[in-house]
């Protein structure tokens, strides 16, 4: 193994989140395989010592930030990277990253956490469903409807960046090759103008491995954040609709949490519990408990962390049948799939896998399986060293793409 300097590149945003988890998950991964790894990560929490005259500056800050750009020239004059792997630019680290990077002429590789160059709230989700008006009608569509934090100001702003720098090329010229999280994402940005060339694909992964549950579930679990796009108003809504109580056990925080609560206490869901935010171990601790994780969300997931490690557990998954989710969770074998914010289907399947429960085994089985050969830290170690490899070798270059017509395409998946 040739051991690598690697300069990782990260923006943490107020509310922590799976980008966060991959990002430091990753880094382990690349240090306890021998590789040198320095970080470079800022934080939104930033923005809350601002005084209101700088917060004025902070959309000429999200377009460029000249610091960003000064300390990543600093910090590879130091330190001679071989690669730098961008996970989040938005907002304080900025694409001014990539200037910084292209006058030191080192490869770059950036993964494709969100939506957030094709939809200035990145998740393609508006009034309830699903929206696509940005990369159909342009992005000032975004700024029409307040997108980004309900507001029409904040989202022009996002639109502003994202508008400067397709202007400038900079996704094209900055980025040497983006890692797609699933499939269904890749198509997404290769419709929305990315080079399908330039688009690998390399799911999350689960590690440590928590082990396979010992034994068939005894609730049903939700675990996720409790925002709208997540949709748990459809789960309370298939749970009204049960024809014999079912527990329900609901992980996780969010704006959403006491509308839920309280809606779960007027329906009268008394099988229905919120345990809030838990510590990782309680969580999978959890997970090996329940007969089921549920997935009601109605936005483009692009690899849900949860769902991987419900599989790593053995537990199987019932999911919307949307985006990734639907690509991830094969309907009949790893888990089953219901008609996105139908609460009648949703309750039928729910009922459905409490009242098989061998079969519900066999598709945990099957999951495990799936987990195994797909979403270890070995597999997806192999993955990202096939990436950094070819990226290195084409030094920043139009060779990328020759390297598809020669057939040397990584195995991993197309593009890069």
């Not at 939809?119 to 569509?141: T, Y």
């Not at 997540?230 to 704006?255: D, E």
């Not at 053995?314 to 639907?326: D, T």
Request: glycine fraction near 8%; aromatic fraction near 10%.
């Amino acid at each position: 193994m040739i051991e690598m300097k690697i300069l990782l590149v990260h923006n943490t945003y107020q509310e922590p989140g799976g980008e966060d988890v991959v990002f430091n998950q990753e880094r382990q991964l690349l240090e306890r395989a021998g590789h040198q790894v320095v970080t470079y990560c800022r934080s939104n929490w930033e923005i809350a010592g601002y005084s209101g005259l700088k917060r004025l500056e902070l959309v000429k800050h999200m377009v460029w930030a000249t610091d960003t750009r000064r300390e990543i020239a600093s910090l590879i004059r130091r330190e001679k990277p071989d690669l730098i792997h961008v996970h989040n630019t938005f907002l304080m680290v900025s694409p001014s990253v990539y200037a910084a990077c292209r006058e030191a002429s080192i490869p770059v590789v950036q993964t494709l956490h969100n939506y957030r160059l094709l939809c200035p709230a990145a998740i393609f989700f508006r009034d309830g469903g699903v929206c696509e008006e940005c990369p159909e009608h342009g992005l000032w569509r975004g700024a029409l409807h307040g997108c980004y934090r309900d507001s029409r100001a904040a989202t022009s702003a996002v639109a502003l960046m994202l508008t400067v720098h397709r202007w400038r090329r900079t996704w094209t010229w900055g980025v040497n090759c983006f890692i797609a999280l699933s499939g269904f994402s890749r198509q997404k940005f290769i419709e929305g103008g990315i080079p399908a060339e330039k688009i690998a694909v390399k799911p999350n992964f689960v590690y440590a491995d928590p082990g396979c549950r010992a034994r068939s579930g005894e609730y049903m679990l939700f675990i996720g954040r409790l925002s709208p796009e997540k949709r748990v108003v459809t789960l309370l809504a298939g749970w009204q609709k049960l024809q014999a109580p079912i527990p329900l056990r609901i992980i996780g925080g969010g704006s959403e949490r006491e509308f839920l609560e309280a809606r779960a206490k007027q329906m009268r869901l008394s099988e229905v519990r919120f345990l809030g935010q838990l510590p990782r171990d309680e969580v999978f601790a959890a997970l090996k408990g329940a007969r089921c994780l549920i997935f009601p969300s109605e936005w483009y997931e692009n690899f849900p962390m949860t769902i991987a490690e419900s599989f790593a557990c053995g537990v199987p998954v019932l999911a919307s049948r949307l985006g990734a989710m639907q690509e991830i969770v094969e309907d009949g074998r790893t888990g089953l799939h219901f008609t996105p914010g139908d609460s009648e289907d949703l309750a039928a399947k729910v009922e459905w896998a409490w009242t098989h429960p061998r079969e519900m085994e066999e598709m945990g089985r099957q999951a495990r399986a799936e987990y195994e050969v797909k979403y270890t830290a070995e597999q997806n170690y192999n993955m990202l060293m096939e990436i950094y490899h070819r990226v290195i070798a084409a030094r920043a270059g139009p060779v990328l793409a020759q390297l598809k017509d020669s057939g040397h395409a990584p195995a991993i998946g197309p593009g890069c």
